[in-house]
């Protein structure tokens, strides 16, 4: 990725809806005891646990602690998909993305698969 990650970060939070900026989303995230932000120079990844089958409304509330989460919901994620797959605290069956403000799952087993391969093919497995 040639453009610094936090430059990206502020324009993904300029062309889509938001109802916060990017600092308080990070604040929020950083005082949420489950909630996790990793930042590098290529990647930057901010997210939480959650229950996907919760009303979107208390997935999508970053101060919200979900009981007994079933789901990673990645915030905002810039960078190779297998970052977050070698980064996240530990593995979830499911993995939650918005991408022009419309909430979408995936099972996790198929994300690691596709990550796994790309990186192959690419001669970036270690």
Avoid: C
Avoid at 21 to 27: A, E, H, N, R, W
Avoid at 29 to 55: C, Q, S, W, Y
Avoid at 110 to 115: K, L
Wanted: aromatic share 12%.
């Amino acid at each position: 990725m040639n453009a610094d990650v936090m430059m990206v970060a502020r324009r993904i939070y300029d062309s889509e809806y938001n109802p916060r900026t990017l600092s308080v989303d990070i604040q929020l995230h950083l005082e949420n005891p489950t909630a996790f932000v990793f930042k590098g120079p290529d990647f930057f990844i901010m997210g939480r646990p959650v229950n996907h089958l919760a009303d979107p409304v208390l997935v999508l509330s970053p101060n919200i602690v979900h009981k007994n989460p079933d789901a990673w919901l990645v915030w905002l994620g810039i960078g190779e998909m297998m970052k977050f797959i070698q980064l996240r605290p530990y593995s979830l069956p499911w993995v939650g993305f918005q991408r022009k403000n419309d909430l979408r799952w995936y099972e996790a087993s198929n994300m690691e698969a596709v990550a796994t391969a790309y990186l192959q093919g690419q001669g970036k497995m270690r």
